[in-house]
C-alpha cells in the first residue's frame, strides 16, 4: 500500500513558478513509476507529466513540455514538479499518482493517488 500526499500548490501570477511535492509512504517507493495529472473545473483529469521508477524516462504532455520539470528523490520517497512560464490555463487541482510503468501511470490506471493540491494562476 503506498499512500500519496501533494504539496506545494498556491496562488500564482502568470508567468510564476511554482513546485509541487507528493510524499509517498512505504518502503516500495522505487518500485513504482509515478505521475501528475490534473483536472480544471468542468473538464477531465488529464495527463501532465511521469517518471520511471529511478528517473531515467520521463515523458509530458506536449501542453507542458519545456515548462514543467518532473523529477524524484526515491531517498526521500518524493516526487516534485516545477512549473515555470505558467499561465491561467494551468490552473487546476494537481494529483500525484504511481503505478507499475510510464505507460501505466500515463493512461491513468495508476494503483495509487494523492488527494490534490489546487493551483491557481491569475493573469
Known amino acids: 500500500q503506498v499512500q500519496l500526499v501533494e504539496s506545494g500548490g498556491g496562488l500564482v501570477q502568470a508567468g510564476g513558478s511554482l513546485r509541487l511535492s507528493c510524499a509517498a509512504s512505504?518502503?516500495?517507493?522505487?518500485?513504482?513509476?509515478l505521475g501528475w495529472f490534473r483536472q480544471a473545473p468542468g473538464k477531465e483529469r488529464d495527463f501532465v507529466a511521469a517518471?520511471?521508477?529511478?528517473?531515467?524516462?520521463?515523458a509530458y504532455a506536449d501542453s507542458v513540455k519545456g515548462r514543467f520539470t518532473i523529477s524524484r528523490d526515491n531517498l526521500k520517497n518524493t516526487v516534485y514538479l516545477q512549473m515555470n512560464s505558467l499561465s491561467p490555463e494551468d490552473t487546476a487541482v494537481y494529483y500525484c499518482?504511481?503505478?507499475?510503468?510510464?505507460?501505466?501511470?500515463?493512461?491513468?490506471?495508476?494503483?495509487?493517488w494523492g488527494q490534490g493540491t489546487q493551483v491557481t494562476v491569475t493573469s
Open positions: 499518482t504511481a503505478g507499475d510503468t510510464v505507460a501505466v501511470v500515463r493512461s491513468g490506471n495508476g494503483n495509487y
Open positions: 517518471i520511471s521508477r529511478f528517473g531515467g524516462n520521463t
Open positions: 512505504g518502503r516500495t517507493f522505487s518500485s513504482y513509476a
